[in-house]
């Protein structure tokens, strides 16, 4: 075997880590380095083969209060505990709020974080780039989400997208600044496809995978044709962005034209009591769909629960009085009954499917929210401590990670941050971390994230 | 985008003597499910609807009861000066059911 040699790598806590990077040295014989990665970035492994395991993350947009979910202190003075009270779960000694009594029974599957932290900025978009991309922001070195990193590095199964949001991107949700949910330097090649509509109305259609107005399809074929051949033309002088371009219109013309990715969509296939199980409901019917494009092939689907935090009924439970007065009266009529229903219809079908054991499921948010209530009797942003959780794969159900103070003000034991789930979720998708390095900015090779994943839940 | 609910929720109730079981709720909307307690024409008690279908409530006071499922029909995020929803309420998604103590 050939050492590459030892690379000292700064994390983000300011520590390192050594890293080695070996390279067979038979199957590499005169390739330098570079050019090995250039292959592999070019696809010389075979993605169709590449055997991993598939993500569907939920995406809280807005944060749920740790205190009023899933970290409850029912014993701190009543300006912290809040309304709501704790029941018990499947797991013994485990406690979550009474409006989760579905969740309350499939503890058992599920591995809560409770410890969660991080010390940057309190706004939306730092939490949903630090739990999408595991990085921090820096304007000039953007990062990618989690499912441009897995298509980057494993394409797609088959026709439709390796990585997809529903039902639409994250648009505003205070500051102009990204929302951690693009591909960044690793191209457009490797955006997600965003749905952009809502699978729970009865019109419901996929905008994009409509042929334009008054254009049949085969008249959109014959377009595809044309451009073929002006492309053909310029193939001459190659570049890397003429290769990213015809991956792009490669995968947009499948999707326009494929009847089976059409189909993918088509939440019509689905039994109504299946969709009423789910909740005839945004969040609930992109869950379903969600689960639909990962049994057709896509790899990577990220649920946003929410586009916005302005004007709608949210987790930001700041009770302003203005277009950000969510209050507990959100989370008891419509929020967690709603969350509820939704993952513990998407874990039971999963499980009923056999889909579970290869599908990791993340349900990730922004921050916590402040331990005392605020005057307005709501609670504000708070990145000092929250819980999200993992199930699905590998990962070792009924169990809990960390805890918080009597207050759910901060960690009280084994802390984790952001970068640290990201890890956990590639691990959990059987991503070796040690060996699997990304073509990352200028194509230099780096680790896909700088940090360990959280061992004890695969334990 | 604001979630849009459409459709009617709908459940059938079973009424053996006291105990009223329900349906699974089609076009359910997954927003909260409670039931709505009546007494001679007078709302006494709103209860929860938990998991479990079937529901009985303990109060043996002597009178009409009727018994209806209801569901929060989510249409803004208004609220009252309260801080509670302004414009969204709970709509009736069943046919009550009636006894006699």
């Known amino acids: 075997m050939l050492h590459i040699g030892n690379q000292y790598l700064p994390l983000c806590s300011g520590g390192t880590r050594r890293s080695f990077l070996q390279v067979g040295a038979a199957a590499m014989a005169g390739l330098s380095l570079p050019n090995w990665l250039t292959l592999q970035a070019a696809g010389a492994i075979d993605e169709k083969k590449a055997k991993i395991r598939n993500c569907i993350t939920l995406f809280l947009v807005g944060s749920p209060g740790h205190l009023d979910t899933w970290d409850m202190k029912p014993d701190a003075p009543e ?5 709501f009270k704790p029941i018990s779960t499947s797991v013994p000694g485990v406690q979550i709020c009474e409006h989760f009594p579905r969740m309350a029974r499939v503890m058992d599957k599920v591995a809560l974080i409770r410890s969660l932290h991080y010390s940057t900025g309190a706004s939306h978009e730092n939490g949903q780039r630090w739990m999408m991309t595991g990085h921090d922001f820096n304007a000039a070195n953007k990062q990618p989400h989690m499912g441009s990193v897995i298509s980057r590095l494993y394409g797609s199964k ?28 690793l191209g457009s090649a490797h955006q997600p496809f965003i749905l952009g509509s809502d699978p729970a109305l009865a019109n419901f259609k996929v905008a994009d995978l409509e042929a334009p107005g008054g254009q049949s399809e085969l008249r959109v074929e014959a377009r595809r ?18 290769l990213e371009r015809d991956t792009a219109y490669a995968r947009a013309f499948n999707l326009l034209t494929s009847p089976q990715t059409k189909k993918a969509f088509d939440l019509n296939e689905e039994s109504p009591k299946l969709r009423d199980r789910y909740g005839r409901n945004t969040f609930g019917q992109s869950c379903l769909m969600a689960r639909r494009l990962i049994e057709r092939g896509t790899r990577f689907v990220t649920v946003n629960q929410f586009d916005t935090v302005f004007g709608i009924s949210c987790w930001d439970m700041h009770a302003d009085g203005g277009s950000l007065n969510n209050t507990y009266a959100d989370y008891e009529h419509v929020l967690c009954p709603q969350f509820d229903l939704a993952f513990t219809a998407l874990l039971e079908d999963l499980q009923q499917r056999g889909m579970l054991e290869e599908t990791v499921i993340a349900v990730i948010s922004e921050f916590g929210r402040t331990p005392k209530i605020n005057a307005k009797g709501g609670r504000d942003h708070y990145p000092s401590a929250w819980t999200n959780f993992l199930a699905g794969g590998p990962i070792g159900g009924g169990r809990v990670i960390g805890s918080t103070d009597k207050i759910g003000a901060a960690p009280h034991d084994r802390p984790v941050e952001p970068p640290q789930v990201v890890a956990s979720i590639y691990q959990a998708m059987g991503i070796d971390l040690e060996t699997t390095m990304l073509p990352g900015p200028g194509n230099r090779p780096i680790r896909l994230i700088d940090a360990e994943p959280i061992r004890e839940l695969f334990s | 985008m604001d979630q849009k609910l459409e459709g009617t929720p709908k459940a059938t109730l079973r009424l053996a003597e006291r105990a009223v079981t329900r349906s699974e709720v089609s076009n359910d909307w997954g927003t909260r499910l409670q039931w709505s307690i009546s007494r001679d024409g007078k709302q006494i008690a709103i209860v929860g609807a938990g998991l479990d279908l079937t529901f009985e409530h303990p109060d043996t006071t002597p009178g009409k009861y009727e018994i209806v499922l209801q569901q929060f029909h989510y249409v803004n995020y208004k609220k009252d000066k309260e801080g509670q929803f302004a414009e969204s309420k709970y709509i009736n998604v069943s046919e009550p059911v009636a006894y006699t103590i």
């Open chain 1, 79 to 83: 300006d912290i505990r809040g309304k």
């Open chain 1, 158 to 185: 088959g026709d439709l997208p390796a990585s997809i949001l529903l039902p639409t991107a994250i648009g505003n949700t205070g500051t102009t600044t990204p929302h951690g949910q693009e591909s960044a330097y």
């Open chain 1, 225 to 242: 044709k044309l451009l073929q051949e002006i492309d053909d033309v310029q193939r001459q002088v190659e570049t890397s962005s003429t």
